[in-house]
């Protein structure tokens, strides 16, 4: 028989019997309880999602080119890297747990930092996972907070040497040539110069709204400051 109409705070009423009365209760705010602490429980950022705040956060870094997870012949495979004009790269290594970060350090393009890509390196972590302290000589921390990318500790921006660059030459024609098996039986340049045939078909001009090969910016063909 119903003989109470009781309000749990945060509860639609509540009806009980005397003798269930308690016991209802209890339940109830066990419930909420455990509602709760599901609601709170810490999100877990996967790899490939901090992969692509990495990108996210290299555009925002005024990379004009980024590539993720494309390997060059060295066998390194950076998570992230981009390059600003004068040909300046920055990597972005991703690790979601420490054991990930501690493995790192024994691959051989680190033990040999010469042999890496790279003139800027940051590691990118969930917050509070590694310490500052811990970054090879001259890498950067950043790590992702409250839904946002904070620059720890800057970088040195010359890491790079002779071999790394050519190592990124690697990289960047190695995932040209991915490009080219994609496009074929189109060339890269008959991909690059679809802009043109588009111009052919409409009596020489293009569409309104597309802007000419020649219109486009690059920063890369844009005069260096010297």
């Known amino acids: 028989m119903r003989v109470s109409d009781r ?7 509540l009806f009980v019997s005397p003798d ?27 790899h490939a999602q901090l992969v692509e ?3 996210h956060w290299l555009r ?44 790192d350090r024994a691959k051989p393009f680190r033990l040999k930092p010469d042999h890496g890509v790279g003139c800027e390196r940051f590691y990118l972590v969930p917050a509070a ?9 001259g890498w950067g921390l950043l790590e ?36 080219e098996v994609r496009v074929e039986p189109q060339s890269i340049t008959e991909f690059l110069k679809w802009k043109n045939r588009m111009a052919e078909y409409n009596r020489g001009t293009l569409p309104e709204g597309i802007a000419s090969a020649e219109e486009e910016r690059n920063v890369f063909l844009e005069p260096e400051a010297m």
């Open 144 to 179: 992702y907070r409250n839904g946002k990318i904070e620059m720890v500790h800057p970088s040195a921006k010359n890491l790079r040497s002779a071999t790394g660059f050519r190592c990124e030459m690697n990289l960047l024609l190695a995932s040209l040539r991915r490009v």
């Open 53 to 55: 705040r990495a990108v």
């Open 60 to 103: 925002r870094y005024r990379c004009g080119v980024v590539l993720s997870e494309q390997a060059c012949v060295s066998g390194e495979m950076p998570d992230a890297i981009g390059w600003k004009r004068a040909c300046h790269s920055v990597l972005v290594e991703c690790k979601v747990t420490r054991s990930d970060f501690l493995a």
């Open 7 to 13: 309000k749990l705070s945060g509860h639609f009423p």
């Open 129 to 137: 996972l590694v310490r500052s302290d811990e970054m090879p000589v």
């Open 20 to 46: 269930t009365n308690v016991l209802a209760e209890l339940g109830a705010r066990q419930g909420f309880s455990r509602s709760n602490r599901r609601k709170r429980q810490k999100f877990v950022m996967t």
